[in-house]
């Protein structure tokens, strides 16, 4: 058998058109190598299929990713979705039609950069996904966007989008979700790291206790302890939500008994909540949460 004649530098490492590779010379036989994937009508891709990457040589200008492609490249939390790449072209551009792809129009291009990839601005998208998502899961979604997260990466510079300008955003649409949008804007707020976060924090508002303040410190005698999720600053009472993390990591659980212990230790009433709490006996925890914070009235 003869070798596999090797790719091009430039096509080695991403998907291609057939018709790029047939004018740089490569023939028809070697464009149906095993090595080669075919993700499109037209186009090949080697290694692992992506159907984000596997799609760019067929974007167009004046397509951008949307929906929830553009919130997994954001990314903003999601529930579980049937698959499918949405793609939304501007006009005069007719939506994409191909197997897989979910084909949209606008009239305006709401395209911005992310990591190279045109993809919807955080208020197009926050308004393109209030046509699919339930309220709670899109407040997930509007909590994501307006993070300002205590630990900053300077690649990736945050708020994606003011709560503000998320807002006047929302307000200023007249399309499809702009209702929805408007609703869920009602209990998006900043602070919130986790859909978990915002899941527990809603649970707690909506059983008609008071809202916590969201990721603010605690601090003793000796400084300060540490950031926690919710924090009752008036009743001393803390509510955390404790995620995989601490599987995952002991380092990382050691760290957070360490904060959780320290503020037992200044007085502060701790709450924790696992998932269980949230999705099984919702009515338990919201309970452990009111004498927690009836007790704390009561402290002299």
């Known amino acids: 058998m003869s ?9 080695g490492d991403r998907a291609f058109l057939v018709s790029d590779a047939r004018s740089g010379g490569l023939s028809a036989s070697r464009l149906r190598g095993p090595d080669l994937t075919r ?10 299929p992506d159907a984000i990457r596997d799609y760019l040589p067929l974007l167009r200008p004046g397509d951008r990713f949307s929906h929830g492609t553009a919130a997994l490249l ?15 072209a501007t006009a005069p551009l007719n939506p994409p039609r191909r197997p897989g792809v ?25 308004l393109e996904l209030a046509t699919v998502l339930g ?5 997930a979604v509007g909590d994501a966007l307006v993070l300002d997260p205590a630990v900053l990466d300077p ?23 702009c209702r929805r949008a408007r609703a869920a804007l009602d209990d998006v707020r900043v602070g919130a790291e986790s859909p978990m976060e915002t899941s527990l924090r809603l649970l707690l508002v909506r059983a ?28 001393r009472v803390i509510v955390e939500y404790d995620g995989d993390q601490h599987r995952r990591s002991v380092r990382q659980y050691e760290k957070d008994m360490t904060r959780i212990d320290r503020a037992i230790a200044a007085g502060w009433v701790v709450v924790r909540v696992r998932a269980h709490g949230m999705f099984r006996t919702p009515e338990h925890t919201v309970a452990r949460v009111r004498q927690a914070l009836a007790r704390g009235i009561e402290l002299p």
């Open 208 to 235: 008609g206790l008071p809202e916590p303040l969201l990721n603010v410190p605690v601090s003793d005698h000796r400084g300060e302890i540490g950031r926690f999720d919710m924090v009752y600053r008036d009743q």
């Open 74 to 88: 954001w990314p903003v939390p999601l529930p579980p979705r049937p698959p499918g790449l949405h793609v939304t």
């Open 39 to 48: 993700p499109h009508h037209g186009v090949r891709a080697t290694g692992v």
């Open 102 to 126: 979910v084909g949209h129009v606008n009239d305006v291009d709401h395209s911005v950069l992310r990591n190279g990839l045109r993809v919807s601005d955080p208020v197009t998208m926050f």
């Open 3 to 11: 070798p596999r004649i090797p790719l091009p530098e430039n096509l």
């Open 135 to 139: 309220h709670d899961e899109l407040v």
């Open 155 to 177: 690649r990736d510079l945050r708020p994606w989008v003011s709560l503000g300008e998320l807002r006047a955003g929302c307000l200023a649409s007249r399309g499809r979700g």
